[in-house]
């Protein structure tokens, strides 16, 4: 069967959380860019794989997915390579608890709220809306606060082994790791930097890393 093809641009943290679980499972790939900066995930070719127009879309031998954890799952089901979901009932809950919480929270106070604001606009010639990004740092908080408390003393997000959590959480740990805000906050949560500093090492994070600007 033909090799999986991811359609996203490599600077994407939804993108780069399909490409970390491939490269950890041993699988080749290809990245077919969408450059979200031009809007080409608007345009009708991207749109026929996702009629919401986000990132990524993927395809395998014919068969089409959207939806980050979908995607993720499936390869865990389809490809050889170790096992990224816990067989354990409660090891397994939480990995669905943590992709829930940065699906539902995280993402958007870390990431739409936070990183694009302080480090995209900036970079595309805008300006930083100061007092937004203030306001978010709560929630972020709240957020840093709940990951924390869930990776406690584990290896990893769900347990002792790598989950589909961790790699849901990679990147955006990373982006937000990266601004004023989070190297404000972070430091505050010795679990969650802990498990980063041992997961950031990984070949799998280390090979998918996005350049920006």
Do not use: C
Not at 97 to 114: H, K, R
Not at 155 to 175: E, F, Q, T
């Amino acid at each position: 069967m033909a090799d999986p093809i991811i359609y996203g641009p490599a600077y994407s943290t939804y993108a780069r959380s399909v490409r970390l679980a491939l490269e950890e499972k041993g699988a080749s790939y290809q990245l077919k860019e969408v450059d979200l900066l031009s809007d080409a995930q608007k345009s009708a070719d991207h749109l026929a794989r996702n009629p919401f127009g986000k990132v990524p879309a993927f395809s395998h031998g014919g068969f089409t997915l959207y939806e980050t954890s979908a995607i993720l799952r499936y390869i865990d089901d389809v490809f050889d390579g170790p096992s990224l979901q816990p067989s354990d009932a409660h090891q397994r809950a939480r990995m669905n608890q943590v992709l829930s919480i940065i699906d539902s929270y995280a993402y958007a106070s870390f990431i739409t709220n936070i990183f694009i604001p302080r480090v995209i606009v900036p970079m595309t010639g805008g300006t930083t809306d100061e007092t937004a990004v203030q306001a978010e740092v709560p929630k972020a908080k709240t957020s840093v606060r709940a990951l924390n408390e869930l990776v406690g003393s584990n290896a990893y997000v769900a347990g002792d082994s790598l989950s589909i959590a961790d790699l849901h959480l990679v990147p955006v740990y990373d982006y937000f790791s990266q601004t004023p805000e989070g190297q404000a906050l972070l430091p505050s949560a010795p679990n969650l930097t802990r498990w980063w500093s041992s997961i950031s090492t990984r070949p799998s994070v280390e090979r998918t890393k996005p350049s920006l600007g």
